[in-house]
């Protein structure tokens, strides 16, 4: 089996920045497609960002575009998602995910829940005022 471990995320004041980690286990990282998805309180999940399976594209949601780095280390099985100049709206649940390589890929399959496969556990980030 597939298993995905979040590193802790953290606090940090407005305009701050984090880097999350995904570590991956059971199966060959570099098979899958990744993606970072959040959940804020009281809101759905959104897709954040995701890269292929060599990290040759990758794709962001709009809001985060500029600030964020999706990044992945296949020989250490390690995905990782930069955060810089945070900001209070994105204090959010953080989740890695990883999803098969096969067929389609474009922004509209990278950001659809629907496609992913193996969940991390989740991680807060708290972004203060």
């Known amino acids: 089996q597939v298993q995905l471990v979040e590193s802790e995320g953290g606090l940090v004041q407005t305009g701050g920045s984090l880097r999350l980690s995904c570590a991956a286990s059971?199966?060959?990282?570099?098979?899958?497609?990744m993606g970072w998805f959040r959940q804020a309180p009281g809101k759905e999940r959104e897709f954040v960002a995701a890269?292929?399976?060599?990290?040759?594209?990758?794709y962001y949601q709009d809001s985060v575009k500029g600030r964020f780095t999706i990044s992945r280390d296949n020989a250490k099985n390690t995905l990782y998602l930069q955060m810089n100049s945070l900001k209070p709206e994105e204090t959010a649940v953080y989740y890695c995910?990883?999803?098969?390589?096969?067929?389609?890929?474009?922004?509209?399959?990278?950001?659809?829940?629907?496609?992913?496969?193996?969940w991390g556990q989740g991680t807060q980030v708290t972004v203060s005022s």
């Open positions: 995910a990883n999803s098969a390589n096969i067929g389609t890929w474009n922004y509209a399959y990278a950001s659809s829940m629907a496609r992913y496969l193996v």
């Open positions: 059971g199966r060959t990282f570099s098979n899958f497609r």
């Open positions: 890269i292929s399976v060599l990290g040759g594209t990758t």
